[in-house]
């Protein structure tokens, strides 16, 4: 298992952006499959946004697609979220996540139970 430290939420208007970063330490990123996840009030916790650390493959859902970047920085080993035109129903506490076993270059993992290691969440909330 790595140590996730999630930072970079805030409040922000509609229409605006915001970088979320994960630092990871215990395990080289390169080694990952990195993940996002987000939870709204009172709905399940849902996939945003995954890269693979070793070929940087990425995938979103279909809800960011066009408005979010997934990034890596082996040299930092931190992974960053950019969330531009944010909409109020982006509002949630979002959780950086690690798949640190069974790893497997090109495969990106999007399903919160293929993740073994979690950050504590940060909030980001839109207003319209």
């Given at each position: ?23 990871a ?20 916790r849902e ?5 693979s ?6 995938r979103y859902?279909?809800?960011?697609k ?6 890596g920085?082996n ?7 950019q ?5 109020p129903?982006?509002?949630a ?5 690690a ?6 270059p ?5 399903h ?5 290691s ?6 980001v909330t839109?207003?319209?």
């Amino acid at each position: 298992q790595v140590q996730l430290v999630e930072s970079g939420g805030g409040l922000v208007q509609a229409g605006g952006s915001l970088r979320l970063s994960c630092a990871a330490s215990g395990r080289t990123f390169s080694s990952n499959n990195m993940g996002w996840f987000r939870q709204a009030p009172g709905k399940e916790r849902e996939f945003v946004a995954a890269i693979s650390g070793s070929d940087f493959s990425t995938r979103y859902a279909d809800f960011v697609k066009g408005r979010c970047t997934i990034s890596g920085d082996n040299a930092k080993n931190t992974v960053y979220l950019q969330m531009n035109r944010l909409k109020p129903e982006d509002t949630a506490v979002y959780y950086c996540a690690a798949r640190t076993i069974r790893v497997y270059p090109g495969i990106v993992y999007v399903h919160s139970g293929d993740y073994d290691s979690w950050g504590q969440g940060t909030q980001v909330t839109v207003s319209s």
